[in-house]
């Protein structure tokens, strides 16, 4: 039985919504849990599609997952039993790959199902191998499979990215903890959720420096410890109901995350009218009845991040004018302009370029949600358009959502999980 999300305009939200722990953190520091021979504690985990995903993967290593609590998972990492993650779970999700590094940094070996592409573009990870072999491991790819070896183990070389990868900077830095010397790795990505792994390895007894910088130094150490430790709040789950209550009006607060996370996404929604006061663990934000246009370029961290696209996109539909938004991270992740175009959006897409024209009466229509953020975006543009929007294929949105439809519903918007015979 397939379900839907049925949303339709309700008047403006009012209340407050609590975000969960960031999902682009959970998965990575679950398989940082692969260096650590012991129990790792990790609390603030949301519960999604994503963390069971890699939770199948993990185990499938040797690792010993339980959830004593709401939202904590243990992982005891004492004895490794295989260093193959399946294909049938890398098919799944993308970030199954963060095992790599830390598989070849405490065993020595890692084999990876190649990620498949993905619809927001081709997903490589090019930039992890290439990063793994200055560190001395053999990469090979066969059968669909990365195997990685490093029978006498990782030594610390300088690494340069080509691009900040988010995926290649975190691989790097689980493989190098462990590591004979010291790895320097340059343009590296900032986001915050590599803060967080570098916190959390630190604390497990890591040498990083470099936090929140393009250099990161990591001398490597003998053994890391096991440790408890508390995820950062989702940024991009926070964003998204920001962009919800900008979108249906009134005021809301949004907790459980770092304003300064969402920096740049703040800025933009102010340039359109929005009021927003920053608190200490979240914000809360006054929608404008005039919506002003602004144009958004995504970029890596601290840029426009790339996962608030679409949802930017949704609203800027609402603007007196219209605003250019620009995709510099992924090569394909458009597909939900040509979804809300169904519900009467008129957006123009030219290679990166997509010209998001204003003023638009959003009707409410059946739509398939074509990613993750995509089909949030969905759900928000269906608080802006006359009569109901039933979008499908929530399964993408349950990846990285948690009770994504009753945090809607606490604010007063007309949101319901549905099941709809196919
Ligand atoms: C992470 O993906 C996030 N996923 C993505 O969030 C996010 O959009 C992305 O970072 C950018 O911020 C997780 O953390 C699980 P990248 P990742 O490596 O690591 C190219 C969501 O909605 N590239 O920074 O895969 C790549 O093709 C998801 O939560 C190479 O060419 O992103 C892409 O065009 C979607 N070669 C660009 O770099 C490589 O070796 C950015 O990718 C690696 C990446």
Do not use: W
């Not at 679409?310 to 939900?336: C, D, G, H, K, P």
């Not at 007063?412 to 709809?420: K, S, T, Y």
């Amino acid at each position: 039985m397939d379900e839907i999300i049925r949303v339709q305009s309700n008047g403006p939200l009012s209340g407050e919504i609590q975000v969960e722990g960031a999902k682009n953190s959970a998965l990575k520091l679950m398989a940082a849990s692969l260096l650590i021979p012991g129990v790792t504690t990790l609390t603030n985990v949301p519960n999604i599609a994503d963390v069971y995903v890699m939770s199948e993967a993990l185990t499938a290593l040797g690792v010993v997952i339980d959830s004593p609590a709401p939202h904590t998972i243990t992982l005891d990492a004492s004895n490794l039993t295989s260093y193959r993650a399946p294909y049938e779970v890398v098919a799944k999700m993308r970030a199954s790959t963060a095992v790599l590094g830390p598989l070849v940094a405490r065993s020595g070996h890692a084999s990876v199902a190649l990620p498949g592409g993905c619809n927001i573009g081709s997903r490589k990870i090019d930039m992890h191998i290439s990063g793994l072999e200055i560190l001395g491991a053999t990469c090979k790819i066969e059968h669909g499979y990365i195997e990685a070896l490093t029978p006498t183990g990782l030594h610390g070389m300088p690494v340069s990215l080509v691009f900040p990868s988010v995926g290649a900077t975190e691989n790097l830095i689980m493989a190098a903890v462990l590591a004979e010397g010291t790895t320097i790795v340059s343009n590296a990505a900032r986001e915050p959720e590599i803060a967080d792994l570098i916190d959390f390895l630190n604390t497990a007894g890591a040498q990083i420096e470099g936090k929140n910088t393009t250099t990161l130094t990591i001398i490597g150490v003998e053994e890391l410890k096991p440790i408890e430790h508390r995820v950062v709040g989702d940024r991009i789950e926070a964003g998204t109901f920001i962009v919800a209550g900008c979108i249906a009006g009134g005021t809301i607060t949004v907790s459980g995350f770092n304003p300064k996370h969402l920096g740049i996404v703040l800025d933009k929604l102010e340039q359109t009218g929005a009021v927003i006061e920053r608190l200490d663990r979240g914000v809360r934000v006054t929608a404008t009845d005039t919506i002003k246009p602004v144009d958004i370029q995504t970029l890596p961290y601290p840029g426009f991040p790339t996962d608030m696209q679409a949802q930017m996109m949704a609203y800027l539909t609402q603007a007196q004018s219209s605003s250019i938004v620009t995709e510099n991270v992924f090569e394909n992740r458009f597909m939900f302009a040509d979804e809300i175009g169904r519900m009467g959006a008129d957006i123009r897409i030219e290679g990166h370029y997509a010209l998001v024209r204003g003023n638009t009466h959003l009707s409410g229509a059946p739509v398939v949600a074509p990613d993750l953020r995509g089909g949030a975006a969905l759900v928000l543009a269906g608080l802006a358009a006359d009569g109901a929007t039933e979008v499908s294929n929530i399964y993408h949105v349950d990846r990285g959502y948690e009770s994504f439809c009753e945090k809607l519903q606490s604010v007063g918007a007309r949101v319901e999980r549905l099941d709809r015979d196919v």
